[in-house]
């Protein structure tokens, strides 16, 4: 890329920039400042949201990051009771809920870095923590809200700022700390699909040093997509029936949820320089096998992938019925891609004819059936120590250990079994981080700290695909050890001056398993081609620096603007799904240095909020995953190989604003833009079909939302608040190679088609606020949208969508006492 262009970008972007603050400054210069209690009340969200992203507590205004901070308060007004929903309203984040490929898994993106891939080989793009403790899997990430206090989801590396280097950014959760004040809830919601949730929390004091809190919740709901027997609705198509109930041929949902989650907080106060929080957790998930339809069969299947039994070998066949041909499949209800949906039985596009069984496995061993569940049970103990060691210096020391297990399953969406997978997933860690913070002459703050995390995990796996079946164990211990150290300097009162360094040291080994499936034609044993790869071992090792330098200037009380520039990286791995002992080939770190400017202000006698961040990323040794390996190194297929494919520069802009233009209304709005170009690539990604036309991944070039709430003062009858959210996401690719280089055409089948989704919820209280109902409707306008794809043509030939939920209502009963 010709960095003439950059230079001329970052102009662009810098004369915009300091226009826009010339513009604004003398506004804001002039204005008088208010009392505290006064701009608090008027407040865009009658309230100064407080962050600890820089290891201490500032006002959201003064942080000189890109961070989304949302209140408990926020999410309830809002209706948003999971993870998922807080990254809908943030942004340049994409947080959504894994394929079933990938399990219970949450596929998390920052201004384009992140990871989609639940394996255990692979490093998080971005962290995930609850109450400062690092999750070191996406599996079990889909976190759901509860009892919060607030979310901050910080954009940009947070290698200095955050327990673990975190490439793309950081999504925290921080609960409600007991504060032997006593009062609670209790609520209960009842909604489309069978919904029914129930969540309660209360506070009480142990002794007059001791506090409590416990909060719990239980989740069931049933799933929107109905999986139906092939061979029971189309009784002469040959296929054979495994249903007993021939009247409605359902075999059972995907999609639905069913967990229980319970959690307490203790927190002791010994002296008003001491204080003690522990926090023990756990959750039995029990939820089913993640929604997905069957959307595109290829002609024929690849060469040498035929399955036994095929009629020549030109596609696949089950008892002489075709998986698809080129006019499409009669296992597809509905199609984005043309008229490949040929079924006769239900156009609908939440059907599928997956039974997850296999009455005739091909190696010759007994039928089985995968487990109908994507479950994850896990538990976890914290504890969170700070002690005041002098009036300007305090300790702080963070120790936890997490323990999970989890099974889930995948198949292909129709009643043949060229891939299915059932997956039994383990993972324990445990995580120590010491920081010690201190201010001198009022004008330095700095933090020094160090961090360990310990982990190992697990995957046992029945694995059928078109030419191998065979069994998994792999097991993956990794280490890693930080130092970090941050530190600000007020050089004067408007002026201020930070930088932060970090040393990480890290070692993670992936140890292959290999084995064979018991009663198959092999006797037991592992294919042939797999079977070099049983015992064998690939590690990476290595550390890495990385730092953060930021410049911050407050123009006034409400106006401050900011540049920075810091680090990332990426720890490097294995290739986690080796078909041969020559594709199991170790891939590097990545690495990021991102340049951002922006600016925070409070405008109209603090009516308005309106903050926002420019930034230019130089990304290197981006890691991909090709299903084409690279020919003449590595055969080719089967293949699913991640690849450090080159580097690549990633600009864009996100504004957040947020106005109370009159008393009781409320509207806030959000926009980001993102581009994505690869500047070199690498020769692995030439010959494996990645080229520098080539798009990224996860990329949404624009993404908005707009909310507003009003507040109906109804006096002694209480308050009526109706509120509406909007938010849109733009087109983006999934696979790594999405531009046909020959053509310049997109590749259809790894797009991700945008959406924009329209949410309602109208909330009555009573005066004194004890008692609340509301009334919430999400996707009003039932859009058919997909949260992702899996693209298969590497192996079955064949493309699996994951539909989001149509439109949904609720309603939820609260009493706070």
């Known amino acids: ?27 804001a210069m002039a ?87 639940s394996s255990f080989a692979l490093e998080p793009g971005v962290g995930v923590y609850v109450d400062d403790v690092y999750l070191s899997t996406v599996h079990g990430s889909m976190l759901g809200l509860l009892d919060l206090e607030r979310v901050e989801i910080l954009r940009g590396p947070q290698g200095t700022l955050a327990g673990m280097n975190s490439i793309g950014g950081a999504i925290k959760l921080y609960s409600k700390k007991p504060d032997g004040q006593g009062g609670g809830f209790a609520e209960l919601t009842y909604g489309s699909y069978d919904r029914l949730e129930v969540k309660a929390a209360g506070d009480f004091a142990v002794t007059d040093k001791l506090f409590a809190r416990v909060s719990g919740a239980s989740v069931k709901r049933d799933g929107f997509v109905t999986r139906y027997d092939y061979g029971c609705t189309h009784p002469d198509s040959g296929i054979p029936s495994v249903v007993t109930n021939t009247d409605s041929c359902k075999l059972g949902t995907e999609g639905g949820r069913d967990y229980t989650a319970g959690r307490l907080a203790l927190r002791w106060e010994p002296t008003d320089r001491v204080s003690l929080d522990i926090v023990g957790d756990i959750t039995r998930d029990d939820s089913e096998v993640g929604a997905s339809t069957l959307l595109y069969v290829g002609q024929a299947a690849p060469p040498g992938k035929e399955v036994t039994g095929s009629s020549g070998g030109a596609a696949y066949f089950l008892n002489g019925i075709p998986l698809g041909t080129a006019q499409g499949s009669q296992f597809i209800t509905y199609s984005p891609y043309g008229n490949f949906a040929l079924d006769s039985f239900s156009k609908s596009p939440y059907v599928s004819y997956e039974t997850y069984i296999d009455l005739d496995p091909r190696d010759g061993s007994a039928p089985w059936q995968a487990p109908l569940k994507s479950a994850v049970n896990n538990w976890g103990l914290s504890a969170n120590l700070n002690v005041t060691l002098a009036d300007n210096l305090a300790l702080t020391s963070i120790t936890a250990y997490r323990d999970y297990d989890g099974v889930f399953s995948s198949g292909d969406s129709t ?30 703050n700095v933090t020094v700290g160090g961090m360990y995390l310990h982990k190992r995990s697990q995957n046992i796996s029945r694995v059928t695909l078109a030419t191998l079946m065979f069994m998994e164990n792999n097991i993956v211990p990794s280490t890693t050890w930080a130092a970090f150290a941050n530190a600000d300097v007020a050089l004067t009162d408007r002026l201020t001056v930070g930088g932060g360094i970090r040393y990480t040291d890290m070692k993670k080994t992936f140890k292959y398993g290999r084995g064979g499936i018991p009663g198959s034609d092999l006797g037991g044993a592992p294919p042939p081609a797999i079977a070099g790869l049983d015992g064998v071992e690939s590690t990476f090792k290595g550390d890495h620096v990385d730092y953060r330098a930021v410049i911050q200037y407050s123009w006034t009380d409400r106006l401050m603007t900011y540049a920075q520039i810091s680090t990332g990286f990426k720890g490097g791995g294995a290739n986690q799904r080796p078909f041969t002992p020559s594709q199991a080939i170790p891939h590097q770190p990545e690495t990021l240095t991102a340049y951002e400017a922006g600016f925070k202000s409070e405008l109209f006698d603090r009516m308005m909020r309106f903050n926002v961040s420019g930034f230019i990323n130089k990304y290197n040794d981006i890691l991909v995953s090709v299903t084409t390996c690279p020919e003449g190194v590595i055969p080719r297929n089967p293949c699913a190989l991640p690849i450090n494919a080159g580097k690549a520069t990633v600009k864009g802009f996100e504004v957040e604003a947020s106005l109370n233009p009159v008393d009781g209304l409320l509207i806030d709005a959000s926009l980001a833009y993102l581009n994505f170009k690869y500047t070199k690539m690498s020769e692995l990604a030439v010959a494996s079909g990645v080229g520098l036309e080539d798009k990224g991944q996860y ?6 939302n707009i909310g507003a709430q009003y507040q109906i003062d109804l006096g002694k009858a209480g308050m009526l608040t109706p509120r509406i959210d909007v938010n849109h996401d733009d087109t983006f690719n999934r696979n790594s190679n ?28 009573t005066e004194d606020g004890a008692w609340m109902l509301a009334l919430e409707g999400k996707n009003l306008t039932d859009k058919l949208y997909y949260t992702d794809v899996f693209d298969n043509r590497g192996s079955t030939n064949s493309v699996q969508g994951s539909p989001g939920e149509p439109r949904t209502f609720a309603i939820t009963v609260k009493r706070r006492f």
């Open 1 to 27: 890329m010709d960095m003439r262009h950059d230079h001329a970008w970052i102009r662009g972007s810098t004369s915009a920039f300091a226009l826009i603050v010339s513009a604004m400054a003398p506004t």
């Open 415 to 444: 009643p043949f079994t060229p891939g299915q997978v059932a997956n039994d997933i383990y993972n324990h860690q445990f995580s120590q981080e010491v920081r010690l913070s201190g201010q001198f002459a009022d004008i330095v």
């Open 31 to 117: 204005q008088e400042a208010d009392s505290l209690a006064a701009a608090e009340a008027s407040s865009p969200d009658a309230q100064q949201i407080v962050v600890t992203a820089q290891f201490r507590e500032q006002n959201l205004q003064d942080t000189p990051l890109a961070i989304t901070a949302v209140t408990g308060d926020m999410l309830e007004a809002r209706g948003q009771t999971s993870i998922e929903d807080v990254g809908a309203q943030a942004p340049n984040v994409t947080l959504r809920q894994s394929p079933a490929t990938y399990g219970p898994a949450m596929v998390a993106y920052i201004r384009g870095v992140g990871q989609r891939d």
């Open 738 to 765: 999405n531009v046909d280089a020959a053509t310049g055409g997109k590749d259809i089948f790894g797009e991700v088609k945008g959406r924009t989704l329209l949410n309602a919820r109208i909330t009555y209280e």
């Open 699 to 704: 990329v949404m070039p624009w993404q908005w």
